[in-house]
């Protein structure tokens, strides 16, 4: 037998290494007649990341990034159709609910002359109600992230609208003089337009004294909304006497921080401008 020579031997070694393992040859191949396009090869397999690369293990290339993609514009979609369907949240509910109260409020106050106890009872209750929704809605929906442009706007049109229904309709029954009435709507009607004209420079927060005269004068209209004779309509006079002075006293608080407000966002711009100046 005439020996078989050790290069030929490590080549059909070579040869039956790449018939059983496809693509080793050709590695091992190159290494030896080219060795720099194996670590060129490999730098480049390193670069490319496992997700993005078309012959990955797990089927991963260009129409897994499509698919990645897909989720996410769906993600978007879900959104915006839970923030719709939010609109209907029970905070808003409880908005709603105070705006369908105050026509029935006024044909309640009003029916039978607007005299009669029994529809000014019915009359109270539907504006106590009203003034408790008021209470719940907002808390609802800070605490449960339910805060909707809806309710932004409607919010503070149904407080206005019960109280301002309330206190126009015991001024016309000669209940409630009307320069009370007012002071009462005027500030309100003044502040919230005040709010709009200084929220480009920031927003004035509620002051614990504004919520005090939110519930004194609730309190104040419901007596008189109720047909109190007595030490009750003596004690309901100085309630409202209470809820005025908190009104007047909150609203120029309110107008004192409007212009500090102001003053500081003028400043604070030109101050921006000057440092782009530089």
Known sequence: MTGIPASAAGGSSGARGAASTPGASGASGRSASTPAKRPAG??????????????????S?????????????????????????????????LTMLRLLLVPGFVALMLADGGY??????????????????DLFDGHLARTYNLVTDFGKIADPIADKAIMGAALICLSWLGDLPWWVTAVILGRELGITLL??????????????????????????????????TGWLATLRFWVMTVAIVLTVVTGLDYVRQAIVLRRRGIAERRAAAEEAER
């Open 116 to 133: 009669d106890p029994a529809w000014r009872s019915l009359a109270w209750a539907a504006f106590a109600i009203a003034m408790i929704t």
């Open 61 to 93: 290339g260009p129409a897994d990034g499509q698919e990645g993609a897909r989720p996410a514009r769906g993600g978007k979609l879900t959104a915006a159709a839970v923030n719709q369907a939010s609109v209907w949240n029970v905070a808003n509910l």
């Open 42 to 59: 490999a730098s480049v397999a390193k670069s490319v990341s496992r997700p993005d690369g078309p012959d990955a293990p797990g089927g």
């Open 195 to 228: 709010r709009f004209l200084v929220i480009r420079y920031g927003v004035i927060p509620a002051s614990r004294g504004g919520k005090l005269k939110t519930l004194t004068q609730g309190v104040a209209v419901g007596m008189y909304v109720l047909a109190l």
